[in-house]
């Protein structure tokens, strides 16, 4: 009896695949950068020789770019359009690593919606986010568009954004594909220079780097976005390891890899290949499904499967997932986008979702004593100082792409609306932006002070000096804002900084100065009110640090998870170097790890963010000391609002495995709690620790949770003592 013929698959995309030819497959994999409707374009869209666009953002042109490829190509297949909608499209949220400040799932997942529903009303289908690279180095441009140093809090919130721009429904109107990127490690690129060569351990990448986007993976985002760079030597473009072993053979990802821009033909400028045609083998050999801008895929595919170079089963198989997502996104029954099935741009509950995204992403780091909420009825008048102060564009942020600064409201703005006619308002920016070094401004600047109770200062970085390619050695303020807050502070009035730059700046210079310290990082449009509404009051400061502030650049890479060493620094293990006697002998300062002159601690903590009111934190509990592998135990403590306002507080978990078959991180985030309290209440904690808080990638890289004494710390911050131990046991 003649075994069946493989039944025909009544699965839509393996039929389609089976009446497409190998060019039309091919053509699939292959991603343009849009620039203008040219003859040209619209013929190899009849051809079928386009699978997707990126940077069109007219709906009609995108509309007519859908017709063409569906009404006069072959085989009518649509196109996907992709953008990179990072931090919102017309309503510009917090850049991510502010976002990233609030710890909250929800406000995130709402930003990511919010973009992805402005972005489909333009027709476009599929966004480059989210940014899931770990950061430990503030020196980097693109920490500004990441979750920040932790993988624990990066994986939730990667959670969050992919569920906020996929929607329920990718068919549904406002649901849009999201891509996790850069995969994988891209954020340790040596010296916090971008594109830089990453050397990173196996076990430390499934340990920290990898862990948000496998949780973007379990999420079920659409497609994930290759890393430009070299991870051990073999560029993430061309490394099937990456794109294919752990990616779909571990994790069972099912969509499709993009490559990043022109990172296909990289791979001979890296040295992985020696021409273009081997970086295309490479790379889809590697499991790159799609090339994104350099048409390498397009020119050299077809001729590498035909000499057998490239199986064709590699360009089915990329091919169908271009598909499947096509048919996911509803494409082939309603490939054209209507703005009547779309809420207006920039919306009043857009706005309103992106003021209030930004109140939870600033971070109180300094107020003393209490200078902050100011009480309005009782100051006649503010000075508002500051190239940040009044720059509707810079607050934006960087991928800023589709934002409108037009729809920015300033922190000056802001602040004149609120203040009224009870308060007087004297502004003065000192300098005309971040970086100028003319001191032309400062006369203005020290007259308004002098003219006020109390001075806001608005410093910072231009957001051009964060983003890709946008790497700084000083991460200092720049230009002549140092200057100015030192001129200003002379003045001896009340004075607060905030802050809006892209990343965390060293601003030991300036923070003895500033009685009261607020991060903004870029804010977005609706930055000015929320900035306004935690420095009066209405709303008190709730975020914490997503990543560590170093005191000086030479600490970096500093972050809060680091191994113990052998030789870990104390308090009193060292001497600072301005304490060291003359002719000091050799081993008399100390010998464990730390500089001789910034000593071993942050500037400010991962974790740390300061309230209105003052939380304390006591009785921390383990309901068993000792429990087998693989069970439970769970933890508490006691949390009290000791101040006398109400104040929301994150409280973190983090825990330490004393000995492992690797060193294990000093502590570790498992955990956090969102809690509202008022004035005097007390509550108790309880998080539950198990396997999926304990297990670690050991020294054979494989997923397990070892016997051994564990300790768990609760607290506002990662610097807290308050410790519990517990042991587990085989
Ligand atoms: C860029 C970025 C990537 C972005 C892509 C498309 O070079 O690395 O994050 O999505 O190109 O703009």
């Known amino acids: 009896m003649t075994s069946d013929p493989t039944p025909r698959s009544s699965d839509p995309a393996a039929k389609l695949l089976a009446e497409m030819t190998l060019e039309e497959k091919i053509g699939q994999l292959n991603q343009l950068n849009f620039t203008t409707l040219h003859d040209d374009l619209r013929g190899r869209l009849a051809a079928g020789e ?48 502010g976002q990233a400040a609030s710890w909250n799932e929800d406000v995130v997942k709402e930003g990511a919606r919010v973009a992805a529903v402005e972005a489909g009303s333009s027709g476009i289908n599929w966004t480059f986010a989210p940014m899931l690279d770990v950061c430990r180095d503030p020196r980097w441009g693109r920490i500004a568009e990441c979750l920040g140093e932790d993988p624990w809090l990066a994986s939730r919130l990667a959670r969050a954004m992919v569920q906020g721009i996929q929607g329920q429904d990718l068919r549904q109107p406002g649901a849009i594909a999201a891509c996790a990127k850069h995969f994988a490690g891209y954020g340790a690129c040596e010296a916090g220079r971008d594109y830089a060569t990453t050397n990173i351990p196996e076990n430390e990448l499934r340990n920290v780097y990898l862990p948000p986007f496998k949780a973007a993976v379990d999420a079920g985002v659409a497609t994930v976005m290759a890393s430009f760079s070299d991870l051990n030597g073999i560029p993430a473009s061309g490394n099937r390891w990456l794109m294919t072993d752990v990616l779909r053979g571990e994790w069972g990802f099912e969509g499709f890899v993009v490559s990043d821009w022109e990172s296909v033909p990289q791979l001979a400028v890296h040295g992985l290949t020696a021409s273009d045609r081997e970086s295309a083998q490479a790379a889809a050999n590697a499991g790159i499904g799609m090339d994104m801008a350099s048409q390498t895929y397009h020119h050299h595919l077809a001729d590498l499967v035909r000499a057998g170079l490239v199986d064709e089963s590699v360009i089915d198989s990329a091919a169908a997932s271009i598909i499947q997502l096509k048919i996911d996104l509803g494409l082939f029954d309603y490939p054209f986008s209507y703005t009547k099935d779309y809420p207006p741009m920039a919306n009043p509950q857009h706005l309103q979702a992106a003021r209030e995204a930004a109140r939870q992403s600033l971070v109180l780091l300094k107020n ?45 703005s802001a602040i004149r609306a609120l203040a009224g006619d009870n308060t007087r308002v004297h502004a003065a920016a000192g300098l005309a932006y971040s970086r100028s070094t003319s001191t032309d401004g400062f006369a203005d600047a020290l007259e308004a002070a002098r003219q006020s109770d109390v001075v806001l200062m608005f410093v910072g970085e231009e957001s051009i000096l964060s983003g890709e390619a946008h790497c700084r050695a000083d991460i200092s303020l720049p230009g002549a804002q140092q200057a100015l807050v030192a001129r200003v502070a002379e003045l001896g009035k009340p004075l607060v900084l905030i802050v809006l730059a892209g990343r965390p700046l060293t601003l030991g210079p300036v923070l003895e100065h500033a009685d009261a310290l607020l991060y903004a990082w870029h804010p977005g449009t609706m930055g000015g009110p929320a900035i306004a509404d935690v420095l009066f009051g209405s709303h008190a400061p709730q975020g914490k640090l997503p990543v560590t502030f170093p005191r000086m650049v030479g600490q970096i890479p500093i972050y809060y998870s680091q191994k113990n060493t052998g030789k870990p620094a104390t308090a009193d293990s060292f001497t600072p170097i301005d304490e060291i006697p003359l002719r000091a002998a050799q081993t008399s300062v100390g010998n464990t790890s730390f500089h001789l002159d910034a000593g071993y601690t942050p500037q400010f903590p991962f974790g740390f963010g300061l309230s209105y009111t003052r939380f304390e934190y006591s009785d ?32 973190q978990l983090y825990i330490r495995d004393l000995a492992g078959s690797v060193t294990r991180p000093v502590k570790e985030l498992k955990g956090w709690q969102r809690v509202s309290l008022q004035p005097g209440e007390t509550t108790r904690l309880t998080f539950t620790l198990g396997p999926g808080e304990l297990a670690f990638f050991d020294r054979n890289n494989e997923l397990n949770t070892e016997p051994g004494e564990f300790h768990v710390f609760i607290g506002g911050n990662s610097d807290t003592r308050l410790r519990a131990t517990f042991q587990v046991t085989a």
Do not use: C, M
Not at 395 to 407: A, I, K, N, R, S
């Open 50 to 97: 386009i699978g997707s666009l990126l940077n069109v953002v007219d709906l009609d042109t995108i509309n007519e770019l859908q017709r063409i490829a569906v009404e006069e190509s072959r085989l009518g297949i649509p196109l996907l359009i992709g953008r990179d909608v990072i931090h919102g499209f017309k309503t510009i949220f917090p850049i991510p690593l």
């Open 368 to 412: 003393e004593p209490d200078t902050l909420p100011i009480d309005l009825s009782r100051v006649d008048s503010l000075a508002v100082i500051g190239p940040l102060a009044d720059d509707a564009y810079e607050q934006l942020g960087t991928w800023v792409f589709d934002g409108d600064p037009q729809l920015s409201h300033t922190p000056l």
């Open 620 to 651: 921390i509990r383990v309901s068993a000391e000792s429990l087998p592998v693989g069970s439970s135990v769970e933890v508490s403590a006691d949390l009290t609002n000791a101040g006398d306002r109400e104040g929301v507080e994150i409280a």
